[in-house]
């Protein structure tokens, strides 16, 4: 009994040993359909935020978040800003909004059997949607985040609840790194019965909203027509965004400057749910589903920064990290196979 519980033990520890500090914190999130009750959020203004350390914390998390290019080098490894994909500074519904984040952490993962804080699922961006090395725990940068999600959520909770005038309270570090889910986590009465029924991580917003499937597989060949009609124009021929001295104006979907292969948005569900909703920016909704799959399925299939847990071996690593997953790493598109590409040197 105790060989074998010895055994679980090496065998629970291996993968994360194999990922070298690379944990899957980038599990996927259920897509939610669409609320007839829309949970009908609104963030604080930001000229709300307090003065003082707390306050402090939030702001530098707001930064943060819309100007992630600051960290890049040190933390980032490619041209994206978090708030290119939680859109409208994080705030919009069923674009992976941080208020109905917030509220989902900790959260069990039963794939591997551990629990991951709020400030984790942070970490799992950074390491795949930015292409980087996530800061760690408890430092400024993870704080900061953690501050601004949990005020965001926090504020437009109590303005939801008949509270405008009572402010955000101010949590310890610790507190606002562990997320909304907690049971110690006091939320304001009347919206703490409301999401006891519906569960802390179902807030409607939450995630991204599903899309009917697709009527056949969906296409790379029809999803370029699809790219050069309606996206290229902002996001480059070559996916690669635009620049105007120097500095990322429209985000990269592929290349180097673009997500790597772990970040949630290589999958073809989530980017075709994710464009459907709000691509082209500012035409949205546009796009009929069956062409948001094909481009999701076009972008999802050029080449990226390698899958930081990659193992040098690609059919390995397929198998290991994105087994059943809508996406194409490690299959052959057009005679290629894609995903191939040997992992950056530096970033
Ligand atoms: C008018 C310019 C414009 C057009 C056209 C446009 N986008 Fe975008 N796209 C943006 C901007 C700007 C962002 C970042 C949004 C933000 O930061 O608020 C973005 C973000 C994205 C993202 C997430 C960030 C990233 O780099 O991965 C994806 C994916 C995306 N667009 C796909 C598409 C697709 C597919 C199309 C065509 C159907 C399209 N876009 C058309 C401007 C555009
Ligand atoms: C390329 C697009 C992209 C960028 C850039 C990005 N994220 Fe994400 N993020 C996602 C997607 C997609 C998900 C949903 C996870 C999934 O289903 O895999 C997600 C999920 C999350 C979640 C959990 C949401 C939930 O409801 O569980 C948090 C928190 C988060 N991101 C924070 C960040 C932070 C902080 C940054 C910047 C450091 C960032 N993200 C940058 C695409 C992105």
Redesign the pocket.
């Known amino acids: 009994m105790t060989l074998l519980r010895g055994l679980m033990a090496v065998w629970l520890a291996f993968p994360w040993q194999a990922m070298a500090g690379q944990p899957d914190m980038s599990v996927e999130v259920q897509a939610q359909s669409r609320s007839d009750i829309p949970f009908d959020f609104e963030p604080r203004k930001l000229t709300s935020i307090p003065k003082g350390d707390f306050g402090d914390k939030v702001r530098r998390g707001y930064e943060l978040f819309v100007n992630t290019q600051q960290l890049k080098g040190s933390y980032v490894g490619n041209q994206?800003?978090c708030?290119?994909?939680h859109?409208?500074n994080g705030a919009k519904a069923y674009s992976a909004p941080l208020w109905a984040a917030y509220l989902a952490y900790p959260a069990f993962r039963a794939k591997d059997n551990r629990v991951d804080t709020f400030a984790e699922r942070v970490q799992g961006c950074f390491n795949y949607s930015m292409n980087g090395k996530a800061p760690a725990l408890n430092s400024p940068e993870v704080v900061a985040i953690s501050a601004y999600s949990y005020w965001m959520m926090m504020g437009g909770l109590l303005d939801k609840s008949g509270m405008a005038n009572t402010p955000v309270p101010e949590l310890t570090d610790t507190q606002l790194q562990l997320g909304g889910n907690d049971k110690s986590f006091a939320l304001p009465e009347p919206i703490a019965q409301k999401l006891e029924a519906i569960g802390r991580q179902n807030v409607p917003g939450r995630g991204f909203a599903t899309l009917p499937a697709p009527q056949s597989p969906p296409s790379p060949d029809q999803g370029r027509l699809?790219?050069i009609q309606?996206?290229a124009?902002?996001?480059g021929a070559k996916g690669e965004?635009t620049k105007m001295g120097g500095a990322p104006v429209?985000?990269?979907?592929w290349g180097d400057d673009?997500?790597n292969w772990g970040a949630g948005?290589h999958r073809i569900n989530t980017?075709a749910q994710?464009?459907f909703e709000?691509?082209?920016?500012?035409?949205s909704v546009q796009?009929t589903p069956g062409q948001a799959w094909d481009?999701?399925a076009y972008?999802n299939s050029q080449e990226r920064p390698q899958d930081p847990r990659f193992n040098g071996n690609l059919a390995h690593t397929a198998d290991a990290f994105h087994h059943g997953e809508q996406c194409f790493y490690g299959r052959t598109v057009d005679g290629v196979i894609v995903g191939a590409r040997a992992p950056a040197l530096t970033n």
């Open positions: 994206l800003n708030t290119n994909c859109l409208s699809v790219y309606y996206c124009v902002c996001h965004g429209m985000p990269a979907l673009s997500y948005m980017a994710f464009i709000n691509m082209p920016l500012g035409k796009l481009v999701a972008i």
